[in-house]
């Protein structure tokens, strides 16, 4: 919305500040001027930007009131029309006619239009604008039409309120406000047709509709180039109407605008008389016999004539604290202050029974100010919000730390030190990944309005934007990729979701074979030793890692199930090779997704110092060629089954396979193993390392292993 | 170098200090050669050699010998020519000895990758910290909630845009559900603030970082994924200017100490009064740059007095729960503030495209060591 300083200062004779001044003090105060931009005139054009919910400063004379708020200056009355109006003449109200009657006017849907005036003006000239009405439309921006309409236009950007004029001699009988019939049509200004429900509000004549009540008047009715008398409306319609009759017709009006955020039901008349009296300067003619006025006694107790709202001066102070201002009492917005501030926006103030309270009367143009924290806001923004002090509350009370937050920590420090970068992706996925990501036997929830057709479901599980990541990456030539995601996921249905955090690691490229690991297999363990870091921070039963019951996702013998105890803390392994294929992903990727509950369920381990032993430790290497059917488990079961103590450790240092079967006979492997031995109490005795020795190599022939030299 | 030793005749200070003067000596004249690493050693094995150190063999011939009357002043003569012996050895030979080849030290040293922590993880934490140290507790709330919580306890009446399909993403079949029932995504973390009065009474301060979402079209700034930081402090009285100190102590706290705040009035459906802040560009020093439009001022935070209406709705659900009502407005009071971290990410970190946030794109993410 724009506004013109020179027009605003009309009504402020008394202001002594300029346009750019102005402009930032209206802004501070909550009236936002988001240009000032210099007019050949002198003055400036305003772009204002408004709150909804201050409809009432959308126009000059609610932004004049403002500034006289502001800075305490007299505020004219609209009736002195030392505006547009007075430029074009000065024209006195019509009291000829007073005394007789005005065109009738019946209010059928009185929980709708809840105000009518009416007044009938004879004799008009209809023609373009001239003079000072066009000159400030252009400046402005706004559309001429003709004078009579652009005088209603005119008004409406002096004061607010929508008023719209007829054409008398295309009226059969009274006014009727009442609600449309089903199906009834009407053509409306802009040239459509309409078909009106029972919820729409018209105003009629005693035939037909003339027009969609509060959003825009008809075709059939409307003033032209031939039009010699007038009848001017301004009224008063219930704004969840309005706004109701306003979506269902696509129509968004300056008029429907005001009326669904709350037009000021006192100002019909004046806004009748201001707009009469401009017809009649810019058209000529006469009014004709009194303005009629139909009120609806319910509308006006919801406007009008609303209760008083009780405020306290203590509540005030207490609400808003300190303010900076010296000489202020206590440096707290003293009340003279307060009763001028509210006074000057149109409230009247009287002390209450209450001991430093005021009962509050509300201006009918501010159906935004309902209760007391409303004035309070109304003090607080006037006073100026930069004029309150900088102040700390006082601490009471200790910090509470989520229950997880060590966990989550844990978990994204721990993946980062191992190389793990934190990624971030959508919330959604389509159905087709909801259904193939899911853990087994939970259900993706449907969102409502999916933002694509690709975000129709909410994520059940983290892999689909992980593997839709890795794909990115894949297609930008990065080279490996290590991410992980920490987020939430959803399962259930559309009568209750059930939300939960999940973790993710995503993996392709770079991944180096070792003594004991192939090429091939790397990637696979090098996100197995990710896991096992993660996990082996908390106080779970023994983890073990499973080929059963695998994910569909998993490529058949390329990935386990995480179990510790009893229970399945998530799945890794190798993105099958015809989910690869169809997402096309050149690189083989791995992809894991652990059940951050159930590792939740568990604490985090707390350090716990052991003395180092002080006597030396001994190693002893053993080789064995195994049957490729003999698993690293089983043979750490069975040196652990020994229930040596002295045994500290126990790890495979080499593991070779010979494909040609010259090394190693085909379906064997060679392993080496490493064992080391030491005590907390004493040297350790040769007697007793190769007594240990002896039954390490006794488990490992009952294995079916095959001694090779160590 | 003498394998003997003459032995000690008299023990008198002035033998004493005979015999030493001529041990110092040597001493120092050995030390004034010592060039190399390698003459250092054959000096160090020379005097304190374990087995047939001079300073062993000295001591085993004349202090074991030694009246015990004259072992203090012995002892103490010891120690001084030790002193001297160490002194000596402490100095760095010029040329020390080399074990190979120099090396290349232009290569590039081994650097085991370290993986980084995401860009919006990392503001929301910086930020949470500061008002950690305010005395604020983390809370959290699920992202998936109803419209009592994200709505209509947060004062937003019956028919406000926000709740239209066209601004919240909601789930599927709903409509059949009473209004405060229906699940939608989370349109803000302020469900959290909800949550939290209800289920404890005044004093409050907690701190909500988390994910959000609304249905915007996708641009370089928007995006219908982002995540916020919001606050809540509700206590016995407190004010308005609370909120403004609390505010300013943080901004300065996050974007340094000469950052200023500014509050204009605004409108939220849950605060009154309710406020924007802007705070001085920290990057231009106000001098005027792109990240402030040229204008000195950077919007930052939407903020306000938690609206009476909110909490007569947290009381009313209170009671329903079987919990006193804890949030009568004459005597408890309280501010709320939010701020977008993605906006705040992009202004510090340079990111013009919101969407790489949420790319996984690693040649992105890895900028944020
Ligand atoms: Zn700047």
New binding site residues.
């Given amino acids: 919305m724009n506004i013109l300083s020179k027009w605003l200062r009309e009504y402020l004779p008394a202001l002594d500040v300029d346009d750019r001044q102005l402009a930032e003090d209206l802004t501070l105060r909550g009236i936002a001027v988001e240009g000032v931009h210099a007019l050949p005139d002198g003055g400036h054009l305003f772009e204002m930007d408004i709150t909804t919910n201050r409809v009432d400063a959308m126009n000059h004379y609610g932004i004049a009131r403002e500034a006289a708020t502001i800075y305490g200056v007299p505020l004219l009355q609209l009736e002195d029309r030392r505006v547009v109006h007075a430029e074009l003449g000065n024209v006195d109200v019509p009291a000829a006619d007073a005394a007789a009657s005005g065109y009738p006017v019946r209010i059928d849907a009185p929980e709708f239009c809840g105000r009518f005036t009416a007044q009938v003006v004879r004799g008009v000239t209809v023609t373009a604008s001239e003079g000072l009405i066009a000159e400030r439309f252009a400046q402005l921006g706004q559309k001429p039409i003709s004078n009579a309409v652009d005088v209603t236009n005119a008004n409406w950007l002096a004061m607010g309120h929508p008023t719209h004029v007829f054409d008398l001699d295309t009226l059969e009988g009274s006014i009727v406000v009442r609600r449309a019939h089903a199906g009834e049509k009407i053509k409306l200004l802009d040239g459509s047709e309409k078909t009106l429900t029972t919820d729409d509000l018209v105003v009629a004549d005693e035939k037909k509709a003339l027009g969609l009540a509060g959003v825009m008047g008809g075709w059939d009715s409307r003033v032209t180039e031939t039009t010699k008398n007038i009848l001017v409306e301004a009224a008063w319609f219930d704004q969840a109407a309005i706004r109701a009759s306003s979506r269902r017709h696509g129509l968004h009006t300056d008029a429907s605008h005001r009326f669904e955020r709350g037009a000021d039901l006192g100002a019909c008349a004046l806004a009748n008389r201001l707009v009469t009296h401009g017809v009649i300067a810019a058209c000529g003619g006469e009014a004709v016999g009194a303005m009629t006025d139909v009120v609806i006694p319910e509308a006006e107790l919801r406007t009008t004539k609303r209760p008083h709202v009780l405020l306290s001066v203590d509540q005030v102070q207490r609400l808003l604290g300190t303010t900076i201002a010296a000489g202020e009492s206590g440096h707290l917005v003293p009340p003279d202050l307060i009763e001028q501030y509210l006074q000057a926006l149109g409230c009247h103030l009287r002390p209450s029974s209450e001991p430093g309270s005021y009962a509050v009367t509300l201006p009918s143009w501010r159906l935004d100010l309902e209760r007391e924290i409303d004035l309070i806001e109304e003090v607080a923004r006037v006073y100026g919000y930069n004029r309150f002090a900088d102040t700390l509350p006082s601490f009471s009370g200790g910090v509470a730390a989520l229950p997880n937050a060590a966990k989550e920590d844990t978990v994204r420090s721990v993946l980062r030190s191992l190389g793990w970068t934190e990624a971030i992706s959508s919330t959604f996925c389509s159905e087709e990944d909801a259904a193939f990501f899911a853990a087994p036997g939970e259900t993706a929830v449907p969102m409502g309005n999916p933002l694509s057709a690709e975000a129709g479901m909410l994520r059940p599980s983290l892999l689909p934007g992980a593997a839709g990541m890795l794909l990115l990456n894949s297609t930008r030539d990065v080279r490996a990729v290590r991410l992980f995601e920490y987020g939430t996921v959803f399962t259930g249905s559309t009568a209750s979701v059930v939300e939960r955090p999940s973790l993710t690691l995503a993996a392709y490229g770079d991944a180096a074979a070792t003594k004991t690991i192939a090429a091939s297999d790397a990637l696979f363990f090098e996100l197995k030793g990710a896991v096992e870091e993660v996990i082996s921070h908390f106080v779970t039963a023994p983890v073990t890692f499973r080929g059963d019951a695998l994910p569909q996702w998993i490529e058949a013998g390329r990935g386990a199930r995480v179990v510790a105890g009893d229970t399945t803390l998530g799945w890794l392994g190798e993105l099958t090779i015809a989910e690869r294929e169809r997402r096309k992903l050149k690189e083989t990727v791995v992809l894991c997704e652990l059940q951050l509950p159930a590792l939740f369920a568990h604490a985090l381990k707390q350090p716990l110092a052991l003395e180092p032993s002080r006597f030396q430790a001994v190693e002893r290497d053993f080789s064995f060629l195994f049957a490729d059917t003999v698993t690293w488990a089983n043979v750490d079961a069975a040196l652990r089954g020994l229930g040596i103590a002295e045994m500290i450790s126990l790890a495979p240092v080499e593991i070779f396979r010979d494909a040609k079967g010259k090394a190693v006979p085909q379906g064997e492997y060679s392993l080496l193993l490493r064992t080391v031995f030491q005590s907390q109490e004493h040297t350790l005795r040769e007697e007793e390392i190769t007594a240990w020795q002896e039954s390490v190599v006794g488990a490992l022939l009952n294995l079916g292993g095959k001694h090779r030299a160590a | 170098m003498t394998d003997t030793i003459a032995s000690l005749s008299a023990y008198d200070d002035a033998s004493l200090d005979q015999a030493f003067r001529g041990l110092t000596d040597e001493v120092r004249g050995a030390a004034a050669q010592l060039s190399t690493a390698e003459t250092q050693e054959n000096f160090r094995l020379d005097w304190l050699g374990r087995k047939q150190g001079r300073l062993k063999l000295l001591s085993e011939s004349w202090l074991k010998t030694a009246p015990p009357e004259a072992k203090k002043s012995l002892g103490m003569r010891f120690n001084a020519l030790k002193n001297e012996i160490e002194a000596a050895l402490a100095v760095e030979p010029a040329g020390t000895k080399s074990t190979g080849p120099s090396i290349d030290l232009s290569l590039p040293g081994i650097r085991r990758n370290i993986g980084l922590e995401h860009p919006l993880t990392r503001t929301m934490r910086e930020m949470t910290a500061v008002f950690a140290a305010l005395g604020y507790s983390v809370g959290v709330g699920p992202e998936v909630e109803s419209d009592f919580y994200n709505f209509e306890a947060l004062n937003f009446p019956p028919n406000h845009p926000a709740r239209d399909t066209q601004d919240t993403l909601v789930v599927a079949d709903q409509d059949t559900k009473p209004l405060r029932e229906r699940l939608l995504m989370r349109t803000h973390t302020s469900p959290v603030q909800i949550r939290s009065m209800i289920e404890s009474a005044p004093p409050l301060r907690i701190v909500i970082p988390g994910k959000v979402h609304r249905n915007d079209e996708s641009d370089a700034t928007h995006s219908p994924i982002f995540h916020q930081v919001e606050g809540l402090c509700v206590d016995t009285n407190i004010t308005f200017s609370d909120l403004k100190g609390t505010l300013d102590y943080a901004m300065k706290a996050f974007f340094g100490s000469s950052v200023k705040t500014r509050f204009f009035p605004s409108f939220f459906p849950f605060t009154e009064p309710s406020a924007d802040v802007q705070i001085s ?1 920290p ?2 020093g ?4 792109r ?2 439009k040229y204008s ?1 001022w ?1 919007e930052l935070l939407g903020c306000g007095m938690v609206d009476p209406a909110v909490f007569a709705a947290v009381d009313a659900r209170r009671i329903e729960n079987g919990l006193e009502p804890a949030y009568d407005t004459k005597k408890i009071s309280g501010f709320a503030f939010g701020m977008g971290v993605e906006r705040i990410a992009m202004m510090k970190y340079g990111v013009g495209d919101i969407g790489q946030f949420y790319s996984g794109d690693l040649r992105f993410l890895s900028q944020f060591v």
């Fill in positions: 560009c990057f231009c106000q001098k005027g740059c990240k402030c000195g950077i």
